[in-house]
């Protein structure tokens, strides 16, 4: 059963880069990404007033505007960047590589921002995975280079794993705990708000007419949103946060196997050794993960707390 919930877990997390994709080739991404979020936030708004009205009670205005500014970065500013990239041509499996160093990067700036212990092997590991980013992103690069696809646009999935760091070190401080479905509600809210207003701002905000596009929302929101993020919560019960994290770093190799099969996207040796590096340092990580963190050193009673990514990869919201 474990098993199945871990593969049921990446297929469905690794799916949300596949639906950017599908969604890129009938609409801009403000477009897919409004209509994405828009029916989302109205219907779990309904269910989590029905469901959670206790928690939207209790809740203060301090949690709403913090929810809310996590939102905008962890959901907001994360997907807009993914869906840019791919629609600038990044492939699929590059941008999943990108993102997927969030919780490595997190990790390095753990003991400066929080006070927490980083150990040798998990800078060790760090390295290695931005070394591995490196070698996926220049193969990809140099086979893009004659489809027009311009340098800086792998500069831009950097902006949105880093826009996820920023929401897991803000949600690493609040001291009160909102409940998933209400967070998660919020979150959806503010990105429906804010993709809302950049799409009527530049006269994106009209659906195309093509099926495939409502393909491809139907995918995001079934596959992406409630699959990817409904599993995660219960593998994260089940099994910890750990074993989270390190499934994190399964996405890239399989949007990268997954958009070569279904969009022909470059997959050669280079891309193929840059994952095999970047898997060895979530090995490397994921052993000294138990030696890096120090209880004393946390500010509250549960050491994993601070070790569990707000969004994105090993996070709390989907792709």
Not at 70 to 85: F, P, R
Not at 99 to 121: K, M, N, W
């Amino acid at each position: 059963m474990k098993l199945l919930l871990s593969v049921a877990f990446v297929l469905c997390w690794s799916s949300g880069f596949i639906g950017a994709k599908l969604g890129a080739g009938s609409a801009s991404a403000v477009t897919v990404l409004m209509w994405r979020f828009l029916p989302l936030a109205v219907v779990l708004a309904v269910v989590a007033l029905a469901l959670d009205g206790a928690s939207w009670r209790g809740l203060t205005a301090r949690n709403v505007l913090r929810q809310t500014a996590i939102g905008a970065l962890s959901q907001s500013g994360y997907l807009l960047t993914v869906y840019y990239a791919i629609q600038l041509g990044v492939s699929s499996g590059t941008t999943a590589l990108i993102d997927g160093i969030q919780p490595l990067v997190a990790g390095a700036l753990a003991g400066p921002l929080l006070r927490q212990y980083v150990s040798g092997r998990q800078w060790l590991g760090l390295c290695l995975g931005v070394a591995g980013v490196a070698l996926v992103t220049t193969a990809d690069a140099t086979a893009a280079a004659g489809g027009g696809v311009p340098r800086w646009a792998y500069l831009v999935p950097f902006l949105g794993m880093l826009s996820l760091v920023a929401a897991t070190f803000l949600e690493s401080r609040s001291r009160t705990q909102v409940s998933p479905l209400v967070s998660m509600t919020i979150h959806c809210a503010t990105s429906a708000v804010i993709f809302t207003g950049l799409a009527v701002a530049t006269g994106a905000a009209a659906p195309p007419a093509e099926l495939s596009f409502w393909g491809a929302i139907v995918w995001l929101v079934a596959l992406s949103t409630f699959g990817g993020y409904g599993l995660y919560w219960l593998v994260l019960r089940r099994s910890g946060v750990t074993e989270v994290n390190t499934l994190m770093f399964l996405m890239a190799p399989v949007t990268a196997v997954w958009g070569a099969l279904m969009f022909g996207e470059p997959f050669g040796l280079q891309t193929a050794a840059g994952l095999a590096v970047g898997l060895a340092a979530v090995v490397i990580v994921h052993r000294a993960a138990t030696s890096a963190v120090r209880p004393r050193d946390l500010p509250t009673e549960n050491p994993e707390e601070h070790l569990a990514p707000t969004s994105g990869p090993g996070a709390r919201t989907s792709t």
